[in-house]
């Protein structure tokens, strides 16, 4: 089956600077990558997502990358703020009826 | 859009006890997964269903561990015997299968001790 790492565990950044997640998977067969953002107490809930035709994906501070050579694909946000912290993970699919297989999470702090 | 409901947020309980989860994915939404969170294992999937049907329990612990969905509104999980080990965060997912890529629907969860 499929197999997702993500780095770091932890980090930590100050408020304005960039963060950059990154998570591997094995199965070159997947094809659709999204990440969740989790805040406490709550679901985690879908921030963006890249499919595997498209090489990079942007949405306003948020971005993904994907290297299917590689296997790999990242997460990188841009002027982080306080509200941007929460556990983050991403995920590998291979499309619909498919299940989806998670990494096992990244806690962003920001510092104000 | 009310989102992905789930019953109860905390779910106390002894070792041996029936412990039933409630989940009402969102209206119109043809798949619905159960996953667990624990700090050693991150998110499992336990079961999902599509239109109702169990499509794949093989994320599903033991024989303890049973799910079902007589509707398309409501699915339950139950854990019988429960045990200390099963103390974990259970979350249940909607996905409305359209196109070729699902985008998942998580509830807020709920948050299981057993003690």
């Known amino acids: 089956g499929e197999n997702v790492e993500q780095h770091p565990s932890t980090l930590s950044v100050q408020e304005g600077d960039s963060a950059v997640i990154k998570c591997t998977y094995s199965?070159?067969?997947?094809?659709?990558f999204p990440w969740y953002k989790q805040e406490l107490g709550k679901g985690p809930q879908l921030i963006i997502d890249i499919r595997s035709n498209v090489g990079e994906k942007k949405d306003q501070r948020i971005a993904v990358t994907l290297n299917k050579t590689a296997k790999h694909f990242s997460l990188h946000i841009t002027e982080t703020q306080p509200e941007d912290s929460a556990v983050y993970f991403c995920?590998?699919?291979?499309?619909?009826?498919?299940?989806?297989?998670f990494g096992t999470g990244t806690s962003l702090t920001v510092i104000p | 859009d009310a989102g992905v409901i789930q019953s109860p947020r905390h779910e106390v309980t002894e070792m041996g006890q029936e412990v039933t989860l409630r989940c009402k994915p969102i209206?119109?939404?043809?798949?619905l997964f159960w996953y667990r969170q624990t700090m050693m294992r991150g998110l499992e999937l336990l079961i999902y269903?599509?239109?109702?049907?169990?499509?794949?329990d093989s994320g599903m612990p033991e024989d303890r561990f049973s799910a079902k969905m007589p509707n398309a509104s409501f699915s339950t999980l139950k854990i019988q015997p429960s045990e200390p080990r099963d103390s974990a965060v259970y979350f249940c997912a909607s996905s409305p299968r359209q196109g070729r890529w699902e985008k998942l629907f998580f509830g807020s969860g709920t948050q299981l001790s057993v003690l």
């Open positions: 269903f599509n239109n109702n049907v169990p499509i794949d």
């Open positions: 209206s119109g939404h043809n798949s």
């Open positions: 199965d070159s067969a997947s094809n659709y």
């Open positions: 995920a590998a699919s291979k499309g619909t009826g498919n299940q989806f297989y």
